[in-house]
């Protein structure tokens, strides 16, 4: 039908995720900045509540608009298409950012090399998180350094034993920041390093790297997601450089939805 009665359909809501995210946050943006959507609103869930709620859409053939981001699956197991954003609300390209706190260079220098050479590539990334759906993470992450020991060696040459010394990753609680937790807890512990990963908020993430209760995070996404949480902290944290690049935040809908290509294209 045409897209005021899809509008209808969906009775004005986008699904978001967690409301502690950045996605959550730019899709609060997006509903202030846009005239078109007054009127709407985003109803926050998780990233497994949405996932659900967009195969019940799907297998319905509903109109359906959720908070969409990749490194992702869903964009390889639906038929779906992010939705032009003329006024740049979710930004281009994203990036995800190593952060470690002050002084890790000098207290455990062998852990903060590989840190700092750490990168993945975004299709890695996006198979592993397909495997996980149904294969524990520890044991894909084990096979993956098993795949992958040309990479794994670049990240760990001339690195020295970590004798049992203890790195704590702060990670925030989204499956592409799983796969690289650990996959990096793997590789330091094969280093000889204890490492522990807490899960934890974006806004905790930053906080505890900032503030030495946490060593290192793999999980900051930059410019956009969390741009904000990271300018309120950045002058207590080391920023290692991407490890991960050709990330995307922004709304999706699923292909079947023909009239409605871009955010403007939804009717208050
Ligand atoms: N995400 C995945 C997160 C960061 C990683 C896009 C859902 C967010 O804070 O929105």
């Not at 098993?146 to 499956?175: C, F, H, R, Y």
């Not at 934890?200 to 996404?221: H, I, R, Y």
């Not at 080391?238 to 490890?243: A, I, M, Y």
Request: hydrophobic share 35%.
């Amino acid at each position: 039908g045409d897209s005021a009665s899809v509008s209808g359909q969906l009775e004005h809501t986008i699904t978001g995720i967690e409301p502690g995210s950045g996605a959550y946050q730019a899709t609060e943006d997006a509903l202030s900045q846009y005239n078109n959507l007054t009127g709407w609103q985003q109803e926050s869930s998780s990233a497994m509540a949405m996932l659900t709620s967009l195969e019940n859409a799907i297998s319905n053939e509903e109109p359906i608009v959720v908070s969409a981001w990749s490194p992702h699956f869903i964009f390889a197991k639906y038929d779906l298409k992010y939705l032009e954003d003329p006024k740049g609300v979710f930004g281009e390209e994203e990036y995800v950012t190593t952060i470690a706190r002050e002084g890790l260079k000098e207290d455990k220098p062998g852990a903060y090399t590989i840190l700092d050479r750490f990168e993945l590539d975004i299709s890695d990334v996006e198979s592993f998180m397909l495997t996980i759906q149904d294969q524990e993470i520890e044991a894909t992450a084990e096979n993956w350094v098993e795949d992958n020991q040309e990479t794994v060696n670049e990240w760990t040459k001339g690195i020295e034993d970590g004798g049992g010394t203890s790195v704590d990753l702060a990670m925030t609680p989204w499956d592409d920041q799983r796969v690289s937790a650990n996959i990096m807890k793997v590789v330091l512990d094969q280093k000889g390093y204890d490492t522990s990963i807490t899960p934890v908020d974006p806004a905790v993430m930053f906080e505890s790297v900032a503030n030495g209760e946490s060593d290192a995070s793999l999980a900051p996404w930059m410019p956009i997601t969390h741009g904000d949480l990271y300018a309120q902290y950045e002058d207590s944290f080391e920023d290692l450089g991407k490890n991960v690049t050709g990330a995307k935040i922004g709304l999706a809908v699923p292909e079947y939805m023909e009239d409605v290509n871009s955010i403007k294209d939804l009717k208050s």
